[in-house]
């Protein structure tokens, strides 16, 4: 028995025919060069390691747990692939940003939204400290300080869809101080100099832009938008930025001059620090002191609880560093939650006022919102921190063969989003494991209890929107 043809729609469009063809294999073989080394060939083990990531289930995609999951596998045949295997991570990553730039492509062309490349960081908690870069540093994901590596990452997003195209490990001062440390853990020599995760964002930023990536704005969150050295940088190479920044930066509500205060009679030192002139704000201070009327009502995007609703102003600002000879001209950002202790987030861009509107400005910071959810997708579904690996390239492997997984995964949800369009990454990933290994039978349960699950959910959803309209009508 093979499944039915109304079954196969599903994977019609990724050219999957019966249950003989293997989807993931018939992906990786486009990508079979970047996992050549001299003659050897290591497709065959990317294969398996993918189809690891895919069939185990979070906190157990680890190289034991893939040898038990994945028929004719081996713990050291993985070991070797990941750690000692000399193929190429750079090259491999290069072509998935280039291909999900042309995947966003196609399809910005039928949604009419922008394609965000969006910049944070992430951590994988660690235990022990050989791990390359773990260190005592900030983990988001716990929310303290705890022995974690920290990745600088970026994403790609049009509308609904994102993946992971980029990636940074962050090496602290206790790493690349010290020499017999990064010998052990193989760290190149070139990569031993201490860099910002701001300047790691950039690196990645240049790499993609000379790889041929083409995108329309750059995220990211307070981290990014405050550092001068990255928003100079974006600037000088024309790129378009909505970088978020923390609530207590200063702003010039006028162009300030900027000048050496003039020495004062008598022996005291000549000024050699520039001054700005006019007073600046901090931007909560600002924001507090808008009235009604300075706020827009806006509409921003469909979410499955309703429209994404948000008061937003935009203004033309000034900020200084505090170095240069000018201040430079922003578009500051705020929205605001539309609650009784409402969210109030703040962005800088680059672009001016009336290049977008408020509510394009709005749509532009909100869509950061997708870079988490790559980072929950690749954790959740792909073992992303499940890891146990010590060595810079092993690292690194692992790495660029999570973004693949995730971008096999996106095609088969962007392939079959007219006929399942709440299909998630988790969805495609079910039905991908059951094509690969389940049976017939397997198949059709899971397929009719996906279309329940989405029954449910466009049920909740239209209700969402329902009441808005039954409260609209009302008021």
Known sequence: MVPTQSEKKIFQKSKIADNQQDSVSSFIESYKRRFLVHRRDNSPTAIKYIKGLLSCEKGQAN?????EEVPESEYRAYQHFISNSKWC???????ISVDTATLLGQEKKGNGQYTGYLIDESAHLKKGNESVGVAKQYAGVAGKVENCQVGVYASMVNGTCATLVNARLYLPKCWTD???RCDKAKIPKDKRAYRTKPQLALEMIDQDVSNGVTFDWIGGDGLYGHNSELTKGLEERGHFYVLDVHKDERVFLRKPGVSLPAKKPGRGRTPVRLR???DSTRLDEYAGSLKKGDWKKEKIRKTAKGWLKLEVHTEEIWVWDGAEPNARKRTLVITKTMEKRPKIKYSFSNG???RFTPKEYAG???QR????RTFDDAKNELGMSDYQIRKWAAWHHHMSLVMLASLFLLKEKTANGAEYPLMSMRDARILVIVMMFGTTEQYRIKIKQMQERHRKRKADIDRYYRYERLYRSSS
């Open 63 to 67: 190289m034991e747990r893939m040898e």
């Open 369 to 372: 919102y997708w870079i988490e």
């Open 178 to 180: 010290d020499a017999a």
């Open 276 to 278: 700005a002139s006019g």
């Open 89 to 95: 991570h750079e090259a491999l990553i290069r072509d």
């Open 352 to 354: 001016d006022i009336d």
């Open 364 to 366: 532009f910071q909100t």
